[in-house]
């Protein structure tokens, strides 16, 4: 079955940076675009940054703009989500998300597999 898993988030202080990775299994990876988002306490789940199956294609949330980077290696069947300059604002849990032949968009419901999230708290 397919499975997507979220790993490396931890704590960091403000200005400092983490890097979070996207393995996927049970898929043909390279056709699929893959989305991060991400869920605060008392607050939507939003979209982060997404890259299209062919990788040609990158949107970020304009939050984020900037500062983070998201890169896909095929060989590896991985998504990277590389945060640069954290906020507090930035603490979440964050999920990894794959779309046949997608985009890389931002709507939620457009994703057909989710992660289980991972954790990334961010202080002052």
């Known amino acids: 079955q397919v499975q997507v898993v979220e790993s490396g988030g931890g704590l960091v202080q403000a200005g400092g940076s983490l890097s979070l990775s996207c393995v996927a299994s049970?898929?043909?990876?390279?056709?699929?675009?893959v989305g991060w988002f991400r869920h605060a306490p008392g607050k939507e789940r939003e979209f982060v940054a997404g890259v299209s199956w062919s990788g040609s294609g990158k949107n970020y949330a304009d939050s984020v703009k900037g500062r983070f980077t998201i890169s896909r290696d095929n060989t590896k069947n991985t998504v990277y989500l590389r945060m640069n300059n954290l906020r507090p604002e930035d603490t979440a849990v964050y999920y990894c998300a794959a779309d046949l032949w997608g985009p890389g968009h931002a709507l939620l419901e457009g994703y057909s597999y989710w992660g289980q999230g991972t954790q990334v708290t961010v202080s002052s």
């Open positions: 049970g898929l043909v990876f390279d056709r699929y675009a």
